[in-house]
T-cell receptor
Framework: NAGVMQNPRHLVRRRGQEARLRCSPM?????VYWYRQLPEEGLKFMVY????????ESGMPKERFSAEFPKEGPSILRIQQVVRGDSAAYFC??????????????FGPGTRLTVT | AQTVTQSQPEMSVQEAETVTLSCTYD???????LFWYKQPPSRQMILVIR??????QNATENRFSVNFQKAAKSFSLKISDSQLGDAAMYFC?????????????FGKGTHLIIQP
């Protein structure tokens, strides 16, 4: 059973470009979470999605960031007009069911975004 | 909002010795989960151990055990017989249960160094 897949593993963008980060959850998982890790920091929750629904986006910056999890295909975290402060590692996690019921989140290997 | 504090940015221990990593948290909830995650240089987040707040018994996983003090809001990790492969960043994390937020709240981490 493949784990959580993220691609690309490394992404370099110039200021003002768009970044698209992809996350394929574990087989049988329909819940996806995105986290951001700035240098020397812990992970910060950004958004929680189920298929075709955003459930909790309380950690998402108000501008330039969006996320989706379509019925088919991976979850996408999109950052428009990137700035240097967006440079970070972005982690995706997935779970079988809603984690408040005790289901674990399994993490992917992360995408390291560098904005030049 | 919940907060997680790890007061030790870095810890060093001799191989085969025992080390304890500290974590405190702040919450008004009575029901929640606590976790320790390991992040080696590969950056993959690996779940080390988990504790349900309603359980008085401290969780153990082989060489890893926790000291959970609910009243003091303290959740320390003890690593016995330290091995070179234990060298990593260790993050303490909190998650609500019973209808609270689904995202994990992480501390800033402790960098564990194992001296051969």
């Amino acid at each position: 059973n493949a784990g959580v897949m993220q691609n690309p593993r490394h992404l370099v963008r110039r200021r003002g470009q768009e970044a698209r980060l992809r996350c394929s959850p574990m087989k049988g998982h329909s819940h996806v979470y995105w986290y951001r890790q700035l240098p020397e920091e812990g992970l910060k929750f950004m958004v929680y999605l189920q298929k075709e629904n955003i459930i909790d986006e309380s950690g998402m910056p108000k501008e330039r960031f969006s996320a989706e999890f379509p019925k088919e295909g991976p979850s996408i975290l999109r950052i428009q007009q990137v700035v240097r402060g967006d440079s970070a590692a972005y982690f995706c996690a997935s779970s079988q069911k809603r984690t408040v019921g005790g289901y674990e989140q399994y993490f992917g290997p992360g995408t390291r975004l560098t904005v030049t | 909002a919940q907060t997680v504090t790890q007061s030790q940015p870095e810890m060093s221990v001799q191989e085969a010795e025992t080390v304890t990593l500290s974590c405190t948290y702040d919450t008004s909830e009575s029901d929640y989960y606590l976790f320790w995650y390991k992040q080696p240089p590969s950056r993959q987040m690996i779940l080390v151990i988990r504790q349900e707040a309603y359980k008085q018994q401290n969780a153990t996983e082989n060489r890893f055990s926790v000291n959970f003090q609910k009243a003091a809001k303290s959740f320390s990790l003890k690593i016995s017989d330290s091995q070179l492969g234990d060298a990593a960043m260790y993050f303490c994390a909190y998650r609500s249960s019973g209808g609270g937020a689904d995202g994990l709240t992480f501390g800033k981490g402790t960098h564990l160094i194992i001296q051969p």
